[in-house]
């Protein structure tokens, strides 16, 4: 079977961290959306998503597709009865599709709820979609506790030495290629799970629901409150509370910050802080570039949303419910505007555009550090980014 996952109308509610990736390469949990239904559905996946994003997501053409929806999360249950799906049909709950089976020539209208050559299948069973950035930390106590089995299964768990504590018997899974020495392991508020040459420094105490994936550091002395996630070859230090950073990005010292999301290839500097909760107690609003105005999040909590490849200097602060594009670059004193667009420079003092090429270089130097390729696809998806800064400064 051909299977497909592809972007619906939550990838432009996911802004920014759709610009640089389809919706299914979203880490929730411990593994990314993809790696989950990839997991139960014992197969590859291809995508269908933006075209600029396409050279390096690219759509698997077979004379038969089956389209599952990237923005949800996969369930042993879901996966059953997407696989009974016959040709011509569709799977549905509400207004939103699940899955469809089609031939690959009618691909263009196949997700047009007027097509009546496809028939619609109701769904019933609850599930979790991720419709905007703060589903993400919302949703991730659940995705961390359903990875769980999935990610340790028939993998050999090396008990904790005798320099750390342990408190609780919950879920708790050590890598036998981790270190983890001298740390505080509570599970009895959720499972922890520290993965493949991941490291957990001294001095460290960390709360579930909590995973560290591979090549990943807790430094010294880090408070961790779950429900955490740190995404493979990151850093983190300091104080976090119910953060998922999606990889390749670093926190790596003292500074707070709680009820936030980050993508890759992103720094935070030194003794930054991010606001997570109001003075006034009230609803936070975050910025929608589809609205292109702030809307309300119905959350009394919301941190930090911020875009791939973006930086913070030391002593940034960042007022609650801040959303930052891509390849911003951000620095200066007082707290920053709610709202920062994609290749910004700047701060408080006001904002010039980050020179692609400039920002190009950097990208090439982080890759390289971290041993990976920066590609002409990668080239290419910023320099598409760059130009919708350009045009539209809320961008």
């Not at 961290?17 to 197969?43: H, M, Q, S, Y």
């Not at 089609?102 to 997700?111: A, F, G, P």
């Not at 342990?166 to 879920?171: D, F, P």
């Amino acid at each position: 079977m051909n299977y497909v996952l592809f972007d619906d109308y939550a990838r432009n509610y996911l802004l920014p961290l759709t610009f640089t990736r389809p919706v299914a390469d979203i880490r929730i949990g411990i593994l990314t959306i993809r790696e989950k239904w990839e997991n139960l559905l014992k197969a590859k996946t291809s995508t269908l998503t933006e075209d600029y994003l396409g050279k390096k997501y690219s759509l698997k053409r077979e004379k038969k597709i089956m389209l599952i929806n990237g923005s949800i999360l996969p369930t042993r249950e879901l996966v059953r009865k997407i696989k009974r799906l016959s040709l011509n049909e569709s799977l549905v709950k509400d207004d939103c599709v699940i899955a469809q089976y089609i031939n690959t020539d009618e691909l263009e209208n196949s997700l047009d709820s007027e097509n009546e050559r496809i028939k619609q299948i109701s769904l019933r069973d609850q599930f979790l979609k991720i419709d905007n950035p703060c589903d993400i930390f919302s949703n991730n106590e659940r995705a961390i506790i359903n990875d769980f089995p999935l990610v340790t299964r028939g993998r050999r768990n090396r008990r904790p030495n005798a320099t750390n504590t342990v408190i609780g018997r919950g879920m708790l899974f050590i890598d036998p290629l981790a270190k983890v020495n001298g740390a505080i392991l509570n599970t009895q508020t959720g499972p922890i799970y520290i993965g493949k040459n991941a490291e957990v420094m001294e001095g460290s105490v960390i709360r579930g629901p909590f995973a560290l994936c591979e090549n990943s550091t807790v430094k010294m002395n880090a408070k961790i409150y779950g429900p955490t996630t740190i995404g493979p070859s990151s850093k983190v230090g300091g104080e976090l509370n119910n953060v998922v950073i999606f990889g390749y990005s670093n926190k790596a010292h003292d500074g707070f910050l709680g009820n936030s999301v980050i993508g890759e290839w992103c720094n935070i500097g030194a003794d930054t802080n991010s606001s997570n909760l109001k003075n006034t107690y009230d609803e936070v609003k975050i910025w929608s570039y589809p609205n292109q105005t702030f809307v309300g999040t119905g959350l009394q909590f919301c941190g930090l949303i911020m875009g791939d490849h973006s930086k913070c200097a030391i002593n940034t602060m960042f007022n609650t419910g801040t959303v930052i594009g891509v390849n911003a670059n951000i620095f200066g004193p007082g707290f920053q505007r709610n709202f920062i667009a994609s290749f910004s420079w700047g701060g408080t003092h006001g904002f010039s555009t980050y020179d692609i090429d400039k920002a190009l270089d950097v990208a090439r130097i982080v890759y390289k550090r971290r041993g990976i390729e920066f590609t002409d696809n990668d080239e290419s998806i910023l320099r598409h980014i760059s130009g919708l800064s350009i045009e539209n400064t809320r961008y």
